[in-house]
């Protein structure tokens, strides 16, 4: 029997990165714990207040019952840190993950390391649905996780339920290359369509399009805790749909005939992850606008320095991704403070030339 030719190289299921040991220096899941736990406890003390982090730690701990400890500096600063700078950690960290995890998943459907969480059309859906809310006389504000990120997400939802459907209309609705080809090209099909609404809007939408432009450039500077009760459950829920697949991934990486011999149902099992998938993309989406090169960077990362078993892959990138995107976030409110950069701007410094790395270490193998 031939072996199929693969989408990209994919060694053999928890095989180690050609030519790169397994790091063994540190156990890879708590030393992750550790930086993202040293990363958002450094956030919480920066901002345009500088809050020293003896003053961070009383305040949390005085949201504790019967305790009372002497706080020194302004009583504004108990605002910041609980109700301000806590519940943007926390959504940054989510959607980090959310990316992240996304973005592994999808390089392990199609075989490709350069796969992307917005593929089928994730981002351009949900910035159509932002400013399809951002346009009408809907209150934005509205419920405090409010219209915007709703629309966001439907309209995510609905970007990716139509990439599938065009696919699946031309003829390609099993599973192999062909399939996959018809999937990704039906996605760019739909990304240019909703793009094409989005910038229409914000040509003639005037003074009223100009949130348009901080969603589709991810912001953070809306969180609260409200948002982050009402969204976490989508994006647990993708998370769930993904976790029982981390052995299938491996298998995955092999040749999708092997894995049907195997007794794997190759195009349902596919479809499952997508799904999946996509709605952690859609989530991250609703939670922060669109934010680039995460779902891309950090996979690939996780990738290079532990290998390609997904079983361990999966829970660091999840990891790792929130760390990255709270560090990003962080960086956002400082580099021109107290004006406040789009953390996507941050993220695409830092992942645009990672992208370029890594075309060219590909191109050097080949």
Same mark, same amino acid.
């Given at each position: 029997?031939?072996r ?9 299921a ?24 040293l990363?958002?406890?450094a ?14 730690v ?29 519940p ?55 419920y ?14 609905a970007a990716?339920t ?14 192999g ?12 099909a739909?990304?240019?369509? +909703?793009? +094409? ?10 003074? =009223? ?37 981390a ?6 990486q ?18 499952v ?25 950090i996979p ?9 078993d ?14 990255f ?9 400082m ?12 993220t ?13 270490? =590909?191109?050097?193998?080949?």
């Open positions: 029997m031939q199929a030719e693969p989408l990209d190289e994919a060694p053999t928890g095989a180690r990165a050609p030519g790169r040991p397994r790091s063994r220096l540190f156990r890879p899941l708590p030393f992750a714990l550790l930086v993202l736990a990363t958002a406890s956030a919480t003390t920066l901002g345009s207040a500088a809050i020293p982090a003896t003053t961070v009383a305040l949390l701990l005085n949201q504790l019952p019967f305790v009372a400890l002497p706080v020194e500096g302004p009583a504004s600063w108990e605002r910041i840190v609980v109700d301000v700078r806590l943007r950690i926390a959504i940054a960290g989510v959607t980090g993950a959310a990316l992240a995890y996304a973005g592994a998943t999808y390089q392990g459907v199609f075989r490709n390391s350069l796969a992307d969480p917005y593929l089928l059309g994730v981002a351009s859906g949900a910035g159509l649905g932002a400013a399809v809310a951002i346009m009408s006389p809907l209150d934005t504000s509205t405090g996780f409010g219209w915007v990120p709703l629309c966001a997400f439907v309209g995510a939802g990716v139509l990439t599938y459907v065009v696919a699946r209309a031309g003829g390609e609705g099993g599973a290359r062909a399939a996959d080809t018809a999937l990704i090209l039906a996605g760019v739909v990304s240019a369509v +909703a793009s +094409a609404v989005t910038s229409f809007a914000m040509l003639t939408g005037g003074e =009223r399009a100009q949130p348009i432009f901080s969603f589709l450039f991810g912001t953070l500077n809306s969180a609260n805790w409200e948002r982050l009760l009402v969204g976490s459950p989508y994006a647990l829920l993708g998370a769930a749909v993904v976790v029982p697949y052995r299938v991934l491996n298998v995955l092999l040749d999708e005939q092997q894995a049907a011999e195997l007794g794997i149902d190759v195009t349902r099992t596919k479809l992850l997508l799904a999946g998938a996509s709605l952690l993309a859609a989530a991250a989406v609703a939670f922060a606008g669109v934010i680039g090169f995460v779902g891309l960077v690939h990362v996780v990738r290079m320095v532990y290998g390609h997904y079983r361990r892959l999966l829970p660091l990138a999840a990891v790792l991704g929130a760390a995107l709270i560090g990003a976030d962080a960086a956002a409110r580099v021109l403070r107290p004006q406040e950069v789009p953390v996507g701007i941050v695409a410094l830092v992942g645009g030339p990672f992208f370029l790395y890594v075309l060219r270490a =590909r191109g050097g193998r080949a």
